[in-house]
């Protein structure tokens, strides 16, 4: 019962994390398109949470197409894979228990 319950919270607060991530690679994104002053704390923010993310990515998958950059897709693609699947796993996993 313990169990069931600390794995439903592990996947509701995983859901959680997933989620607020894709937000801010969407914000990131779209902030990257206005050319926004680099000094800005906001902007600093943003890259220091996406850019690792994109360097690890663009390490193994070319992302640059047509001049236009899509390690933010990929992320968010793979963000979406692991809520569906891991997180849907770890509530099926729970009600088993």
């Known amino acids: 019962m313990i169990l069931s319950t600390f794995v439903q919270a592990f996947a509701q607060i995983l859901h959680m994390v997933i989620s607020i991530y894709i937000w801010v690679v969407i914000i990131a994104a779209l902030v990257s398109w206005v050319r926004p002053d680099p000094y800005n704390p906001i902007v600093q923010t943003l890259y220091r949470l996406?850019?690792?993310?994109?360097?690890?990515?663009?390490?193994?998958?070319?992302?640059?197409?047509?001049?236009?950059?899509?390690?933010?897709?990929?992320?968010?693609?793979?963000?979406?894979?692991?809520?569906l699947f891991f997180v849907k796993l770890l509530f099926q996993l729970s009600m088993g228990m």
């Open 50 to 83: 996406t850019e690792p993310v994109y360097a690890w990515i663009r390490r193994y998958i070319p992302t640059v197409v047509g001049g236009i950059d899509l390690a933010p897709l990929i992320v968010i693609f793979g963000l979406q894979f692991i809520d």
